[in-house]
């Protein structure tokens, strides 16, 4: 599965965004969809996870309660709504597809799309 994420921009503290991922080449809903986050200097690290239908989803700590995860798998997309946004979420954000549900390591995931920069100015 081929996937495309955009929608990253600059915006400023406290405003909202939303992510989306665009999948092509296999049965979008065979996968389980995650978003990932590179910072300046960092490593990738683990944002949220949605299983293949949507009924279930996990957040890391540090979006909890400010990003939601979604899919429509007839439109081939999963989303991240991204609310409360601060400087620290600066970030390149990545979509990841993968078959099984358990572990979200970077290396659970097959399949990655080029990534799209956030910058959230205070």
């Known amino acids: 599965v081929q996937l495309q994420a955009f929608g990253g921009g600059l915006v400023q503290a406290g405003d909202s965004l939303r992510l989306s991922c665009a999948a092509s080449?296999?049965?979008?809903?065979?996968?389980?969809m995650g978003w990932f986050r590179q910072a300046p200097g960092k490593e990738r690290e683990f944002v949220a996870v949605?299983?293949?239908?949507?009924?279930?989803?996990y957040y890391s700590d540090s979006v909890k309660g400010r990003f939601t995860i979604s899919r429509d798998n007839i439109k081939k997309k999963v989303y991240l709504q991204m609310n409360s946004l601060k400087p620290e979420d600066t970030a390149v954000y990545y979509c990841?597809?993968?078959?099984?549900?358990?572990?979200?390591?970077?290396?659970?995931?097959?399949?990655w799309g080029q990534g799209t920069k956030v910058t959230v100015s205070s």
């Open positions: 990841a597809a993968k078959k099984s549900y358990g572990g979200n390591a970077d290396y659970d995931y097959s399949y």
């Open positions: 080449g296999g049965t979008f809903s065979n996968y389980v």
């Open positions: 949605i299983s293949w239908r949507g009924s279930s989803t």
